[in-house]
């Protein structure tokens, strides 16, 4: 009735990926003082509730960049793995045998990658990003994995927006939290760049209004490409949600190391991460299973699922204990989960 856990709150990411970038943020932060780190972090995020100018990158150095990583690397991580599963799970045959990350920084995503398809171990990957002393983390962390498909990676600079130009044929592209970085015409130049190059297009944004508004314009554009929706849309219809009424968005949870904790300044062993999403495709995609779109509403006897479904749009299921099995599934389904 449902997918595997791994995309729902509570859950989390699997556990050898996600705890081999905790440790490799621990090595990389070795000798930074938390309290500077906290600030530098303080800094930078009200930098970037401003606006991003894409030729002036806010982070300066390398402190800056690995205080940065420790607090925005493990979420992101979890959110773009979370969008990737749930691509994995529509096509579980699909393999990337090309990965280019756009405005990747430090690498998150390429992690993600290597979480949700571990194979080829050769397979080409490359970084672009404007700010070369995040490239220079990356590639830091990237060679402290011990996985050689982060090893082998390419990190280049590169200008992100209007004239960015992506290698043809590339099987798989990820944009993951850069479009609110860039102006308007920036960010469809940059989409229309990567559904022209790529056989398949993955993109995170923030679980906000805002941040969904983007993926939605995005997934038109995709679209109009000639793309299909693999995730998390159950269709390639117009979103059924009615403008400035309500937003679609997941979470991803995301468990703190004590470094982790003391950079956010946060008590709590984990936090959620809101994020939405899109998932395209050049290839067939199978027909569409209904996906969860809020946590499901467990009342006595029965589960409330709210659900975004192939044919009829929104529409909430009242699964009741007298439907056995059918209830029991219900029970154990999660925010974001498919559910046939």
């Known amino acids: 009735m449902h997918s595997p856990q791994s995309a729902r709150p509570g859950t989390g990411t699997p556990p050898d990926r996600a705890d081999a970038l905790r440790s490799a943020l621990a090595r990389l932060l070795d000798g930074l003082p938390p309290r500077q780190a906290a600030q530098a972090v303080e800094r930078l995020?009200?930098?970037?509730?401003?606006?991003?100018p894409t030729d002036a990158p806010v982070l300066r150095d390398r402190s800056d960049v690995a205080a940065y990583a420790a607090y925005r690397m493990p979420a992101t991580?979890?959110?773009?793995?979370?969008a990737l599963t749930a691509f994995r799970e529509r096509l579980p045959d699909w393999?990337?045998?090309?990965?280019?990350?756009?405005?990747?920084?430090?690498?998150?995503?390429?992690?993600?990658?290597?979480?949700?398809?571990?194979?080829?171990h050769?397979?080409?990957?490359?970084?672009?990003?404007?700010?070369?002393?995040?490239l220079?983390?990356?590639?830091?962390?990237?060679?402290?994995?011990?996985?050689?498909?982060?090893?082998?990676?390419?990190?280049?600079?590169?200008?992100?927006?209007?004239?960015?130009?992506?290698?043809?044929?590339?099987?798989?592209?990820?944009?993951?939290?850069?479009?609110?970085?860039?102006?308007?015409?920036?960010?469809r130049a940059l989409v229309d760049e990567a559904a022209r190059a790529a056989r398949a297009?993955?993109?995170?944004?923030?679980?906000?209004?805002?941040?969904?508004a983007r993926i939605i314009a995005a997934r038109d554009r995709l679209l109009a490409a000639g793309l299909r929706v693999v995730a998390p849309c159950p269709h390639n219809d117009a979103c059924?949600?009615?403008?400035?009424?309500?937003?679609?968005?997941?979470?991803?949870?995301?468990?703190?190391?004590?470094?982790?904790?003391?950079?956010?300044?946060?008590?709590?062993?984990?936090?959620d991460e809101k994020f939405s999403y899109v998932a395209a495709v050049?290839?067939?995609?199978?027909?569409?299973?209904?996906?969860?779109?809020?946590?499901?509403?467990?009342?006595?006897?029965?589960?409330?699922?709210?659900?975004?479904?192939p044919d009829e749009g929104l529409r909430r299921a009242t699964v009741t204990k007298r439907q056995g099995p059918v209830y029991r599934a219900a029970r154990d389904a999660g925010w974001g989960d498919t559910w046939s």
């Open 282 to 309: 050049r290839d067939s995609v199978p027909g569409g299973v209904a996906r969860v779109v809020r946590r499901p509403q467990l009342r006595k006897g029965q589960v409330l699922l709210d659900l975004c479904t």
């Open 77 to 82: 991580f979890g959110a773009v793995t979370a």
């Open 136 to 187: 220079a983390v990356g590639r830091e962390l990237a060679a402290d994995s011990g996985l050689p498909v982060l090893r082998s990676a390419t990190w280049r600079r590169a200008a992100i927006g209007d004239g960015l130009a992506l290698p043809d044929g590339t099987d798989l592209v990820t944009v993951s939290y850069v479009l609110k970085e860039l102006a308007e015409d920036g960010r």
């Open 95 to 120: 393999t990337p045998a090309h990965h280019v990350d756009v405005g990747g920084g430090t690498g998150a995503a390429v992690w993600a990658v290597a979480e949700v398809w571990p194979g080829p």
């Open 122 to 134: 050769d397979r080409p990957t490359t970084v672009l990003d404007w700010a070369e002393p995040a």
């Open 240 to 271: 059924p949600i009615e403008p400035g009424t309500d937003w679609c968005h997941f979470a991803a949870r995301v468990g703190r190391s004590s470094l982790h904790r003391q950079v956010k300044r946060g008590s709590l062993p984990y936090e």
């Open 45 to 52: 995020i009200a930098n970037y509730r401003g606006s991003t």
């Open 201 to 212: 297009v993955v993109l995170v944004e923030p679980g906000t209004p805002d941040g969904y």
